[in-house]
């Protein structure tokens, strides 16, 4: 797997979550990956009626002016993000997209903009933006439940994974 991953705040993000997102998908992907200068907040992605955001149209916005320099790029958000058949989700991409989306917004309940996130959240946060990039390179869910490919519900779950992927996720990585 060749390229590199920008790490794209967009909103309110802590500066040490998108640096820790980098670092991991220096260590766990084996990617080049740099942070990137912040977007504001995606108001135009707001639906009046779920006042939620549609992580679709935000997807859509990225991926028209994506950010320059990088192969793929991983934008953190903090705002509650919907695809229309869910209630909710952690994030969102496209198998061989450009743009993925992570969000702290259901990753813990201590999170204030002005605070780093705790560990708990962070561990969250990392296993769901290596996920999402791993989906940007191809990769779909896997049957594994140790792999970080492992489709996972709700927090628990998510909780359950480890931060690294099976040996065929690997293989399928490179
Ligand atoms: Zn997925
Ligand atoms: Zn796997």
Known sequence: MIGSIGVLPVGRVPVMACNAVAAHV???LG???GVLAPLAEPHYALDRNRMQYNAAAILHALEAEPPPGHTKIVAVLNVD???PVF????GEAR????CALVSLYRLGQDLHPKKPPGPQILDRLLKVSLHEAAHLFDLVHCFDDQCLMHFSMDLEALDR??????PTCKVLLR
């Open 81 to 83: 993000l919907f695809v």
């Open 31 to 33: 990617l080049e990956a």
């Open 26 to 28: 220096k260590t766990v």
């Open 95 to 98: 198998e061989g997209g450009l």
């Open 161 to 166: 994974l480890p931060l690294a992927f099976c």
């Open 87 to 90: 209630t909710h989700v952690f």
